[in-house]
């Protein structure tokens, strides 16, 4: 607890540290690895504790994302209207989705899940009059008074403070009846059902819980960049939150947090901070970010099976 509370403390005081330095650049850097931390964090919910592979989790966070956008494009420019309702409206599609692909296993699971988001994708793609493949532009920031979101040290404490309450929320849930439960039914289906555990009704809380917070994530990223397009439903987004989650750390409070952090800092300073040797060697090669990222990601399975904050929680040896 007195390492969380450490953590807070240097993350609450971190912006105005770069605010002084004049580099609110990485502020809103932090904000989005922030926000991505949130999605990824959902999306460790359902497979580390839910054991449910989803590839389709990019779906929640486009819903998120495209609630929020629309109902700003018609005139609801309240945070405190446009957020709970992208909420509701991605746990509901979790619920649906979640209701259809549960009845299914293994690799089944995983196509139906994939096939949803991509009929999302779709979807959305044809809805011209809210952008189609272009996208959907807002001129400013939601309002959240008494906060300015416009602010980015505003808004990065509010993204903080949502993930604050999230990991929160999920050691706790994590130690509840809930939780033990879901980790019985991931650990052993069979058993769990045949001591009467509902274990359909569990994993559709668990799934329909995820959704609604990927929605706020999505929400959030509409709000923080004014853009959201079709691409955020994509199935290669749904990837990139599995490749955080493997990076950080499977069944870990801190792996979807770690992981974004990591990938995303991984993929910037690849792109803006060349190698000079490698520069010589490959002058492209900062075009080229995944491959870094599938070497880290192949290195992090065979090394640390159990992700970064499985390697960080490692007692030293003696």
């Known amino acids: ?15 105005l540290a770069l605010r002084a330095l004049e580099q609110d650049f990485y502020i809103s850097f932090a904000s989005r690895v922030m926000i ?9 919910f359902v497979l ?45 599609a979790a ?16 196509m139906i899940t994939l096939a949803f988001a991509q009929m999302m ?29 416009g602010d980015e040290v505003a808004f990065y404490y509010v993204a903080l403070a949502l993930l604050a309450v999230l990991l929160f929320a999920l050691h706790r849930v994590s130690r509840a009846r809930f939780g033990r439960a879901l ?14 555990f509902p274990v359909y009704r569990y994993r559709l809380a668990c799934f329909v819980i995820a959704g609604a917070v990927a929605g706020l994530a999505g929400a959030l990223l509409a709000a923080h960049g004014k853009y959201v ?31 974004a952090a990591v990938l995303l800092s991984l993929e910037h300073f690849i792109a803006d901070y060349p190698v000079p040797w490698l520069a010589a060697l490959a002058p492209n090669y900062t075009q080229h970010a995944a491959l870094a990222v599938g070497a880290v990601l192949l290195a992090v399975v065979l090394l640390a099976p159990r992700g970064i904050a499985g390697l960080l929680a490692r007692p030293p040896r003696a």
């Open 121 to 149: 994708f779709y979807l959305v793609n044809s809805l011209k009059m809210y952008g189609g493949d272009e996208g959907l532009t807002a001129v400013r920031r939601p309002e959240a008074w008494p906060l300015d979101l």
């Open 36 to 44: 991505y931390a949130l999605a990824a964090t959902s999306l460790n």
């Open 229 to 259: 397009n079709p691409g955020v439903l994509h199935w290669t987004q749904s990837g990139t939150l599995l490749i955080m989650v493997i990076l950080g750390g499977v069944g870990s409070l801190w792996g979807g947090a770690l992981g």
């Open 95 to 110: 619920a649906l989705i979640g209701a259809v692909s549960l009845r299914t296993r293994g690799v089944y699971f995983i």
């Open 1 to 15: 607890m007195k390492k969380a509370l450490a953590l807070l403390v240097a993350f609450v005081l971190l912006p």
């Open 48 to 92: 580390g504790y839910g054991g449910m592979i989803s590839f389709g989790h990019a779906a929640f966070v486009g819903t998120g994302a495209y609630a929020a956008a629309i109902l700003f494009a018609e005139g609801v420019a309240s945070a405190w209207l446009a957020w709970p309702a992208a909420i509701v409206l991605a746990a509901l």
């Open 183 to 196: 980790d019985a039914i991931r650990q052993n289906e069979a058993r769990a059902e045949a001591i009467g």
